[in-house]
Nanobody, 122 residues
Framework: QVQLVESGGGLVQAGGSLRLSCAVS????????MGWFRQAPGKEREFLAG????????IYPGSVKGRFTISNDNIKNTLYLQMNSLKPEDTAVYYC???????????????WGQGTQVTVSS
């Protein structure tokens, strides 16, 4: 089993920055890729960024590319999401996930954290 615990969420003003962390423990050797997702009330879960755990290859959709950066530290077993130029529409619960492929759809990710709330005020 893989355990994921997010931290770093909070309240920030528009234009500000936050860095989310995801502590990874358990059967880490099973992880091929990790991703960050978010879900706002009444909306579907949205893929933000993904990274291959072994060599840090990354993928980003167009919606946050240039503002959000995913990274990992294989020594600390931690995943990060640096978020810059935040907008009120970025308000959501943010989740990290671990899975079997570096893809954008949630079904491919087997393990999920509990989520951390990010609120961006205007």
């Amino acid at each position: 089993q893989v355990q994921l615990v997010e931290s770093g969420g909070g309240l920030v003003q528009a234009g500000g920055s936050l860095r989310l962390s995801c502590a990874v423990s358990g059967r880490i050797f099973e992880i091929y890729a990790m991703g960050w997702f978010r879900q706002a009330p009444g909306k579907e879960r949205e893929f933000l960024a993904g990274i291959k755990w072994s060599d840090s290859e990354t993928i980003y959709p167009g919606s946050v590319k240039g503002r959000f950066t995913i990274s990992n530290d294989n020594i600390k077993n931690t995943l990060y999401l640096q978020m810059n130029s935040l907008k009120p529409e970025d308000t959501a619960v943010y989740y990290c996930a671990a899975g079997r492929a570096l893809v954008t759809y949630p079904a491919s990710y087997d393990h999920w954290g509990q989520g951390t709330q990010v609120t961006v005020s205007s």
